[in-house]
Each structure stands twice: as C-alpha cells, then as structure tokens.
C-alpha cells in the first residue's frame, strides 16, 4: 500500500511552549518569509500536503501565540513559489459566507495550478458568532446543517462554469457561452445563494475536499480524517468511515521528535520519541488508512527530524511517494477529476 | 483655470496597474490576447509592473456576473480570481509593488476582511491595500447570506462605519506588543492587545484583533466612487483615490479642487489623498500610427456586437439584430430607470434623457450607433508618442491634476510592456519618474504619511 503524508504547518506546534524552541524570534512568526521556508522545507522532504489550521479568534491561550494569517491567504502566499506539495487551508462552515470561501479556494487552485484544498471546519466557539454579528447556531443538528449548506454551495459554484465555458467566438463576438454558466439557486434553511461564481471552474474541478470523522458525511468529501487515542482505535475508526462511504480515510497524529516533551492530549494519537519509531508506527497504519496527517508539536524541531530521517526511511521502503511536478493534489491522491455536475445532467437530459 | 494655480515642480507620476477583469475595453479578441483567469496572466502583469517601478498591482471586485435584460452578459471578459487570494499568491513572487485588493464594505464583515487585508499586508512586508467600495447594486446581495439589505445612501453610512472598526481593529495591537525574544515572560505582551467592541446601526460585533501591525501601520486605504458621500468619505478616511477623472485635464483639475477642499474641511493636508485616475494609454512612434492605433484599438473594443449591447443597455431591449453602423433606434426607450445590466454604470439614470442627448450628439456630428457608443461611454485617456505623452503625464501631476495614473492597458497580458519600456523611460528624463524604489512599502512608494489614526501619537513634526 503507499501512505500519503500530510503536515499541519499552524503556528509553532502544538506543544504550549513551542514558541520558544521556535528558531526564529516571535516576532518572526507572522511573516511570508517563515511561512514560505517552512512549506519549501515539507515539499522538500516529500510531503504530499501542508494544511493551515485557522479561527477567526485567536490561536493561544496560556501564553503562546496570539496572533494568526488566515489560512487561505498563507497557502495562496507559497502557491506560486512551490510545485508538487499540496496546500490545504482550514476555512470554517458554520459563519463564513459560501461565495466568497469558494471563490478563495478556487483562486488558491488556478495560483498553485490545481493543488488545493480544503479542510471544512465547524466553528464551535460561540465568539466567532459575536465578531462577525451573526446569530449564533448552537443546537448539533443546526451546526451539522450549516456545514452540510456550505459544503454544497461551495461545490456547486465550483461546478457553476463548466470547463469549456469561455469561447472567444470572434464571428458572434461572444467571450463566453452562457448556457455553459449555471445559476445554482441554492435554497437552504438559513440564506439562499443565486450564482453563478465568479471565478470559472478550478483547474482540479473540484478543490480535494477533507471534513472530519464523526462530523461530516463521509460522502460529501474526499478524504475523512479520523481520530482514535490508539492505532487500534483508528483502525476502527477507519474502517467504519469506508463502510459508511468515505473515499480516502487519512489518520491524525501527534508527533514530538525533537527534545520537547509531548503536547497535553488532543485526542489524537501521539507519537514521543525517536524516528525509528515513528517509522515503524507509520508502517503499521499503512494496512488501514490511505494517509496520515501529522501534528507536529513545535514545527522548527520536528520538521527537520521528519525530512532528514522519518520521510527518506518510508520512500526508500516503497511505503510513501514523492507527488510528482506537475501534478494536481487529486491526481497524487489517485482521485479522478470530476465531471461537471452541469455538464453531466445536460447530457443525461439531452439523451433522454 | 491656469495650469499654474496648484504647480508642484518636483512632482512624480505615481503609476498603478488596473487589471481589469470583467470589463469590455481589454481587447480579447486579439492572437496576443492570453488567458484572462491563469495564474501566469497575472504574474507576467505584476512582473512587468514591479519592472515598471510601478506603486501598484490593482485589482476590481464584481460579485456577480453582470446581466442584460435576464442574462448573463457574453461578450464581455467575464471570470476574476478572489482578489485577496490572488494578491497573496503575488506577494510570494514579487518584492516591491503594492498589491490592492479591491473589497466591498456590503457583502463582507470587519472581523473577517480586515484579518484577511491585514495577513496580505504582513505576508507581503506591508505592501497591501484596500479599495474600499460601496456596490450600488442590491442584486449581488442574492448571492450572501444577508441579501440585497442596504439602500445606495446606507451604503456610506456602513463603509464608514467600517472603516472606523477597521481602524479600531488596526490600532488594538500596540506596536512592541509581541516579544522579540523566547524568553520573554509571554509571547504576547500582558494588555497589548485590546478587543473591539461596537454596537452601531450596521454592527454589534466584539472582535479580538488576531495580527499585528505591519511594515506600513496598516494597508493603504483607497477609495473608489463619485457621489459627494463618496468624495466626503475619502475625504474622512482615504489615503488615495481611484478616479474617474482621468480623460479631461480641466475635469481632473476641477475634481482635485474638490477633494482638496474637502481635505481641509475635514481638517487633514490638502495633499493628504492621492488621485490616482483609472486612464488608457495608447502609445505609437508618430502621429500617423496613433491615429492608426486608437482607432485599431476603438474597434477592438467596439465591436458591433458589444456597441450593440451598451446602447441595448439605455433602451432597455435587445438590439442585437440592428445594424451597429447604422443610426440609433428611432423608437424610444422604456421610460423605467435602467436596470436590463444588473451592474452597469448607468444603473438608476432616466433612459429617455440618456436617449435625447445621444440622438443629439449623433445628428451634430453625424454618427452612427457604434459612434456614438463609443464617443459616450470611451474614456481613452492618452493617445501619442512617448514623448508626447510623457509631456502631458508631468504637466497633470506638477499642475495638481492627479498624482498619478492607474492604466488598465487595453491587451492583457502583454499591454503594459510598452507603457513601462517606452514610456517609463521618457518620464524618467524629466525627472518625473523614479528611478529606483526608495522604500519597500506601498506607503512608502505613495509618498503617504502615516496612518490616520496613529498620527496624534506621533511627535508633530513628523506629521508635516
Ligand atoms: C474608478 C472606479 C472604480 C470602481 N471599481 C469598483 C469595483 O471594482 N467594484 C465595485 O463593486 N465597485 C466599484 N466602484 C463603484 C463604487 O465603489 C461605488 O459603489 C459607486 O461608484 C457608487 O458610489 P458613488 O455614488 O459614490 O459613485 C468603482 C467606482 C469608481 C469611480
């Protein structure tokens, strides 16, 4: 099997304290130029993906950084100075306004050439609510709703130009063809949304779409990321995601390589120690998911660890791949490129 | 009105790249004419600009495709990236230039769109600006969770207010609020960053400001829009604005006056807002080859079909099945305020008067329909060789007309090579061009003072 790896480059790391084993100032954090070296970094050493944890709120408490980029904005910053990694933003589903979340991340994917992504994220944190002056949606089902609604429209807008809809016809003077454009006349709960996008079809189709087990309809997404406190459990876990439809499941990992002591329990599984162990406990999830997303717990001495030792020792055993120049995140995922969902129903309807 | 009555003798042409996006003066149907939505359009543009010592790379917003009479508008140049996604992707591979995002204070909230100008401004070393514009049309409201909920006269009321947010959120930080070493106490400084509480008639927001401020404070601020609430807001809280003033020096000249009074009643420098006008300039080696050329580039713009859509636009019906080159319909238009192109400048004006001073305009001077479409709604610009054209730019910015110029060049993306390897060099030989950006901000390259609001903390002199 072959694992893909992913690398969740947010702030320090998750270790409290990492801002100090940080090897910059922390006056450095919040400029393209940490941002740009540590991305250049992961797809050197051969990561298939960088994500981008983000809130409206701020990142820290007890002390850590207060103060974080957007998420779109730091993966649009590396998109055109980077070529084969993925680059894959958090943007929340329960506040943000769907036009404008799927113009972003269809912009991220014409500026790194089809190698975006998405992580749909709930906002939970009632105080997203009060900055943006919108009412608060607290009650499960209206959440679950909310994400359902935003992945939707998101996807439908992407859809909304199909690929050949720009024609430059010189002899009727059109530039585009208009039965090619699509109004979605989404219709939801809590807003309506006319289309179509304003940004044509991104260069993937559809941006790989990643939402989180035991929130997001497997269905819905590409990849479904699942959370166990053991290798055990995300076995588990991994296996009821594919029974209930996921396409790619991908495993969350803590890791600490470095000399820092392991980050307070995030749910996740978590790995402390040296990188032989950590390659070992990567080849054992490669017979129950497709990847792993790992967290490292302060970035500046993890990544180093992960590129010099951990990513060679699985490349050379076949178990991860180098994404290849050129390439779209969907095709190193070995996911096709969608039909247009415009598209495939005007041909059902005109061969009836 | 002398040229005299405002002369800056030392004064520079300041330059910004308009790059359009939806619009139908970018010539698409020329061979050279290149994708108008892939990544490397944009890049070579914003390359040939920093080349340029261009202020800025500028981009519009439009959050809804345009339509007439119920449909999607297709002749024009339709498609435009997420401008603040673009412009981070174009802070990655540019040093220098300023990167403008054009952003609407309707369809968007301060927590969000200020954090996201704000991670631009730092992600580029503090080059980022905001065109804050108002969008008169409700209809791009059917594509928001708020739909079409303010009337064009609120839309002030709400820009205002937030910008006062915004600079609110700006200033929450104080400068030194994050440590510079790892083994300061927090990383964070204790009570640097203060949250933002408003409760007006547009927000009820509580926001904790997540960024820092950058190498310019925060991004430059630009307006864009003519109405006098448009001009007293730029008066209020503009650094620079985005004019339509830029086809008639005594119009331009006149304008200025304008803000400048304006600035003073407002209390601020009359030199305290830049006017940058949205201009076209078509450059050739003689006079001959200029006529050639406007007249080359009218009639790529021009087309019949696009000359028919315009005045369709004023008439409130299809026109497609005339004949361009001939005269404007004998019938008179819907007497209903023009609404057929959701998104046209002339949205809201009386079609029959619009109507009577065309089929005046074309009876004196002979025109045909194409004509007169072209002699109302063209705003050309400069038409000469570089030379001449250099001329006239130092003589608009030494006699208080503009600034500068935001030229849209009517090829994209190769249009503004010539602007920048013939034009730049004649304005350069009167020393009224730089010749070297002189610092790395877009405040800096504007010659702009410092923020607004920070500027009562600062010692006096330095405000000048
Ligand atoms: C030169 C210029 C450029 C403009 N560009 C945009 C734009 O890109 N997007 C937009 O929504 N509005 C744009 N506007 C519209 C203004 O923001 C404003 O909504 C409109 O002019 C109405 O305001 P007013 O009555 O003060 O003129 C532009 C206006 C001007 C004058």
Redesign the interface.
Known sequence: MSLHLGIELDGEGTHPEAWRRAAHTPDRLLTGRTVADRVAAAENAGFTFASFDDSLLPPGADGGPAGRIDAVNRAAFVAATTSTIGLVPVVGTTYAEPFHTSSQLATLDYASRGRGGWIAARDTDQRVAGALGRTEVTAPADVAREERDAIAVVRDLWDSWEDDAVIRDYATGRFVDRDRLHYIDFQGDAYSVKGPAIVPRPPQGQLVVFGFDGQTDPSEVDVVLVSGATAGDIADEAARAKDSGATLVFAELDVALGAATPAPSSGRLSFAGEATGLVDLLRALDSHVDGVRLHPAVVDEDLPVLARYVIPALLRAGVAHRPVPGSTLRSTLGLDRPVNRFRAERLEESSR | MTDNSYARPGAQVHFGVFFHG?NHTTI??DPTSGS????ETF?RVAHTAERGLFDAFFLGE????REQEG??L?????????A???L??????TRNIGLVATQNTT???P??LV??L???D????GRAGWNAVTTDNAWTG????R?GFLDHADRYERAGQFLDTARAIWDG?ADDA???????????TAGS?QDVSRRTSQ??????P???RSAQGHPVIFQAGDSPAGRDFAAAHADVIFSRHGTHFDEAFAFAEDIRARLRRAGRPEDDVKILPGTQIVLAENASEVEDKVRWVLEGQY????ALSLVGQVWGRDLSDRDPDGPLPEFDPVPAPISGTRGAARDGKDPLAIAREWRALAEAQNLSLRQVAIATTQRSGFAGTPGQVADELTRWVRSGATDGFNVSPYLVPTGLDEIVDLLVPELQERGSYRTEYEGSTLREHLGLRPPLSRRELLPRQAVG
């Open positions: 939806v698409w149907s108008q939505i892939d990544f890049r439009g959050l809804r495709l449909k999607i297709d002749l024009d140049i339709v498609g435009r990236p997420d603040i996604t673009q981070a992707a174009l802070a990655g591979i369809y968007n909230e927590a969000d954090r996201r704000s991670g631009l730092l992600l580029s070393g059917e594509n928001f969770r739909g930080w994050v440590a510079t070493s790892t083994e300061a106490p927090s990383w964070a960053v927000f009820d927001v509580t926001i904790t997540t960024l820092p087309t019949g079909q696009t």
